[in-house]
């Protein structure tokens, strides 16, 4: 089985800072690859990198056999790969639901002058569209608060609501920045089953975290990154049996830990 | 053409222009950076100091190494009263500011033009008579106006290098935030560099009243210039000022002797929003993050 | 964007209804006014009212994307001396102009666009700000063209009949229907959500799937097209174009109409350009007394009403409903 993304020796420099430094690594589909690594490993820059956030300063990305290194964010959302930011981002003074259509836009806009006449074809994209996000709404239980305003929401809801946003365009691929950062452990626990759902749905899921717990009950694979660079990868027991790991990313006091 | 005589004089035009356009737009850079504040209402007060002047020296014959630093000090007071009525309600809000700082420019201007009509007037020179230096004629004005100028620009530096006052605006122009975790008072840090700035608008007033003509419309083009001296500089930063001063003053000065003023003013003007473009945060700016 | 002034507090409406309605009648009212009132006076105040509304509401599209231009006078002039020229130099008829008065800065702004429109908010005000003087500066020193600082004199009505006030009110009118009726239906079509989404959280929409750039250089090219035809408009209407009437203290004045109106609805740059155009009629004679009192009304609609003149009234409103209910 081929890959359904496939980074190989992605590398961005940030003036005299190297990032990310020869990155490579692959994802199969319908899998959930866990991103591991201390603050400033440069997990959120890959991220940025395959999302075409901002571009590298050389290697290469390649979705589903096509090279699409480069392209800028609008035109992988198209292709099929999405991403959430790290800070929640919703737009805070819409409701629920525009913020659910608003990530629905591609399947939503039927060119420019369909729009402004609302043709039949306009209408029906919007029918379609609208089903989806009340669909998703519906999933992840955010009905009942659907004509709130965003901004109002709890901070777990709003994570929740980056997802559906995300999800609205109906990717094949999500990458999730830290879903789980500033959350307690019952959200946590919440979020971690969210994400076996959307995988449950066919979408191969990227996930970034910091807590090799969290990630172990996860995830298929786990990408450990430090300084930039990858550091191992495997499934998470061969991780955290991986000597390289425990000495650079979880310390000294865990190497004498897994000793025994 | 380029017959030394005229280069030479386009030399001394060039360092006069300077130091009019440094006294400016420093100003015009320490609200921004301090404050946040970008202050569209800063010709408006360089035009209130060519109107100082014309009083305190023109008309009651002040002698003028006094008169000078007094009508810009007397308009910096003044000015204080604007501080607590608009210019605190725009502190480190910088898109409102510049809208509502526009408003202000109007107000004042437009109240000026009703105080004092429309018409153009002249301020007496503050020294007639030329001198002659290894051949280039230099008239003596322009020799006292940058004199002026450079005990104003040295006065500022060794204020912000030595005094207390001094080094707590500086800190808060880095970082406004934690000065103030410092223990800084930022109210009094701010009306002191406001007083600095609009002193210092007002005496570069002065000297543009002098040097071309006084009308309640002449404000426009020294902020013009104070707009397009920060912006090659860098907002906000004070070295910044002073390149962008002397790149603007001598590139008005040589490319306005050679060519003609218009195509002095295009040149600077295409080269700005070229540098904006590529580089917005200026020469010697920093990019914000 | 992050400027808090431009944060929406109303959804425009994405459906016709109620809206849709009240614009009707409005319109239908301002076209019974020529029947009424006869006054050369109030005929020609109504076609500035109209031709200002275009050029303001041109300019609130813009806006709507989160940038604020200082130069949208220039796009205005370009078109209206488009315009002039088309029909006195090429003795092209008066729609030919008008076609030239979009075309000219829509190409201009579709060239200058993907450079200036990746600038952050205040960055593109000041370019903005410097391009509407260097515009105006063409202006005065291509003489040739345009007749320097003392412009195109002697220009034609659009036809004969147009010398007639109320034919011009009319026509004035008509462009202004199509114009902001053009605008609003874009704002409340699936575009206008991508304009807002682009506004509120640039970063999130283009990872929706939203073309940012393109969006943004698409609405400006439309705006400043249509200001253009709102300069022709205007040139064929005073018979008159010279540099002062773009300059950038124009561009200010559409600016102020905007935020004193309210940036966040299309009905703020009308409600503004209303007040702009008919206060001064209230002061006149005392143009100075204006100026004071629009500068006075800036600072304080910057400093404590960023929701504009439509933002009081919905807060009036709300109190007398709050008032009635109780
Ligand atoms: N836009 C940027 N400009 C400059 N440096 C950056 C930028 N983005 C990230 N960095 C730097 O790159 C490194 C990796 O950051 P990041 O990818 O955010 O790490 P992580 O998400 O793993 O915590 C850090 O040192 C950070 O300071
Ligand atoms: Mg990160």
Redesign the interface.
Known sequence: MTALLSVTSLHRQFGGLTAVRDLSFDVAEGEILGVIGPNGAGKTTAINLV?G?IPPTSGRVEFRGEDVTGL???RL??RGI??T?QST??????TVR?NG???A??G???G?FA??F?TAH?RRM?AEATAVVDELLDWLGLTEVAEDKAGSLPYGHQKTLGMI??L??RPRLIMLDEPVAGLGGGDADHVRDTIKRVRGRGITVIVIDHNMRFMSGLCDRVLVMHQGARLAVGTPQQVLADPAVIEAYLGKRHAALAGH | MLSPILLGQAVVNGISLSAIYILVALGFTLLFGIMRV?NFAHGAFAMLGGYALYYVYGRWGVPYLIAAPLSALGVALAALVLERL?YR??YQ???????????????????A??IWDPHERSVPAALAGIVEVGGIIVPTDKLVIVGVAAVALAAFYLFTKFSKYGLAMRAAAQDVEIAAAQGIDTTRIYQLAFVIAIFMAALAGGFYAQTYALSPLMGERPL?MA??VV?LGGMGSIPGVALGGIILGFAESFLGTFYGG?VA??AS??A??LL??FR?WGLLGTP?T | MT???L???A?APRAGGRPLAIAAAVVAVLALVPLVIADKFILSLGSTVFITAIAAASLHLIIRTGH?SLGHAAFMGIGAYASVLTVMELGLPFAAGVLAAFVAPCLLALAIGP??L??????F???T???G??VR?VFV?WKSVTGGANGIFGIPAPAPVFNDPAAYYYLSLGAGVLLVGFIA??LA???G??I??VR??E??????????LRLKVTIFALGCGIVGIAGALQGHFIRYVDPTSYSVVQS?NL??VN?IGGMQTLVGPLVGTLFYLILPEMLRGYV??Q??I??????I????L?GGLVELGGRALQLVRRRAGS
């Open positions: 999302s956030v800028p964010p609008h959302v198209g999405v991403r930011f981002t919703v737009y805070g003074d819409r525009e259509m608003r990530g836009y591609l939503l806009y039927p420019f729009t402004l609302d306009a919007r946003i995300a609205a365009s | 970008v608009v309600w725009f809000k910088m898109f409102q500011s510049m809208i509502g700082l526009l408003g202000l420019e109007m107000a004042i201007v437009f109240t033009v009703i013009m707009f397009i912006i218009s003013v295009f003007f295409g700005v929003i904006l473009i917005p914000e | 400027d808090a002034s944060s929406p507090l959804l604020i450079l200036v990746r600038l952050t908010g205040k960055y005000v000041l370019v700000f410097l391009f003087e260097i500066m020193e239906r874009l079509s699936e575009v959500r991508a807002d989404a509120e959280s970063r999130l929409a283009h990872c929706s799937g939203i073309p940012v200010l600016v102020v935020v100075e007394l100026r004071i629009f500068g006075i009304i800036l600072i609609v910057m400093a404590f960023p």
